[in-house]
């Protein structure tokens, strides 16, 4: 049956989901139904991943079971540790994530994707460990011991903890969570269909998550928050932003954190993510960066007027982790270790009517062309 090309795959649905659903006119974002800043301003980063993989909110017995589950799978083994070590130091984050999560799959036996439990415990190691990963190479990479998570901190001041040795300002790990929360989901986007496509062959989830973080990575994904930083250090001060934008997009650049494929208003993600910004300035100090950031949004705005560009969950996040004094190649790992949960929520949701994923092509080159002999060949 011929069908229309559509590059990107734009506007092609690669599955019937209930995780997660997008109004892009409106600019409303829901997991499994309930609004993205109910959750914030009621939920925490894991009770929402609990949420995601299993269709609705726990109820304390299970929650505090799924946050026992997570606590005690935090560690990552010695041998995760030791490969983690031979990386060069100078390599991005995100290949040493890739390569930690896929040696991950080879010690525990989670190959055998038709069993339910095992399938759980796969979750819980993946939520629970890409912390540990994550802090883990930021720390070997600069010459630092590891350091293990502590059992009376919650998720998110845990991560910091392992990061820095010191527990967070008290309002970091909540907003931080905050953050982790807004990460999380977000329907069919390159990564998430990246895990799907390799999920359909039922490979094992640690398998599916390193695709996908392979697929986070690239700029025009996950990868974009870090640019956005570069991009506002190298402005330096807000009186140089009109001149700075203006050449840009007369250069025909793309702005970073701005423009996205379904919305068509601003990111409501971005609309929490500025508040986040307001509380955390307004509690510990402001940021330089916030007023480049505020600068840059307006003047795209009047630039890119008509073109339905606005600001989305990228351009507000890295003012927030820079803030925060986390390394900018550490950015898009933070994004992984939230989206882990929806990437895992939408492999489980798959597994259950699973087909291996096989598209079709144009087909747009040559038939019955003559194999020409090395010697002949201009
Ligand atoms: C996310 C993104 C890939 C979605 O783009 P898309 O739906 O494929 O849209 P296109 O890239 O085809 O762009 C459509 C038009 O908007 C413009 N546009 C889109 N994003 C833009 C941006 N960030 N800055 C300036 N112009 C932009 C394009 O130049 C194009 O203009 P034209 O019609 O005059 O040629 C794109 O907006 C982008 O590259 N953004 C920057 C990277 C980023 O922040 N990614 C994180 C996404 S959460």
Redesign the pocket.
Known sequence: MPHDFMP?L?GVPAAKSAVSDVDGERGVLVYRGIRVEELCASSSYLETAYLLLFGQLPNRDTFTRWQQDIMHHRRVKYSIVDLMKCLPEQGHPMDALQAAVAALGMFYPGRNVKDVENNYWSAVRLVAKLPTIVATWARLRHGNDAIPPRDDLGFSENFFYMLTETPPHPSWGEIFDDCLILHAE?TM?ASTFTGLVTASTLADPYTVVASAIGALKG????G?NE??VLMLKEIGTPERVPGYIDEH?KN??????????VYKVK?PRAIILQRLCERLFHECGTSPLYDIAVKVEQA?EEL?KG?G?YP????YSGVIYDKMAIETDLFTPLFAMARVSGWLAHWLEQLRENKLFRPDQIYAGDHNRPYVPLDQRA
Request: hydrophobic share 40%; no cysteine.
């Open positions: 990107g734009a977000h986007n700029p025009l994904h996950g974009a640019e956005v997009l025909k650049k793309k702005l970073m954190g701005f423009g996205h494929r990111d795209a890119l073109k560009i989305n969950v990228d351009f």
